[in-house]
């Protein structure tokens, strides 16, 4: 597989990702989305072939357990305070 097929995977599956994102309507399901969209950065990364860009797809594999962390945090806490997880009834949010 060529430079070139994992690029097209990548574009393709960043995509797809970005797409599910912006058309999902429950919060899970875009955070699922979003770690798609990371993995795809992770194989345009790695397809570069450089030393420097493989370890930078290993820190951004910690930075998205960190963020998934963080997101299922944010989600429990919204779906505790608004009793739903669709974004669409989630209106307004108060400090």
Same mark, same amino acid.
């Given at each position: 597989m060529?430079?070139?097929?994992? #690029?097209?995977?990548?574009f393709?599956?960043? *995509?797809?990702? #970005? *797409?599910?994102?912006?058309?999902?309507?429950?919060?899970?399901? =875009?955070? =699922?989305?979003?770690?798609?969209?990371?993995?795809? #950065?992770?194989?345009?990364?790695?397809?570069? /072939?450089?030393?420097?860009?493989?370890?930078?797809?290993?820190?951004?594999?910690?930075?998205?357990?960190?963020?998934?962390?963080v997101? &299922?945090?944010?989600?429990i806490t919204?779906?505790?305070?608004?009793?739903?997880?669709? #974004? /669409?009834?989630?209106?307004? &949010?108060?400090?």
């Open positions: 060529t430079q070139y097929h994992l #690029a097209a995977i990548s393709t599956l960043f *995509a797809l990702a #970005a *797409a599910g994102f912006l058309t999902a309507g429950s919060l899970v399901r =875009m955070l =699922m989305f979003l770690e798609l969209m990371l993995n795809a #950065a992770n194989i345009a990364l790695v397809a570069l /072939g450089t030393p420097a860009s493989q370890a930078y797809a290993v820190m951004l594999f910690a930075i998205a357990a960190a963020e998934a962390g997101g &299922l945090a944010l989600i919204l779906a505790t305070a608004f009793k739903t997880l669709e #974004a /669409g009834n989630i209106k307004e &949010l108060k400090g």
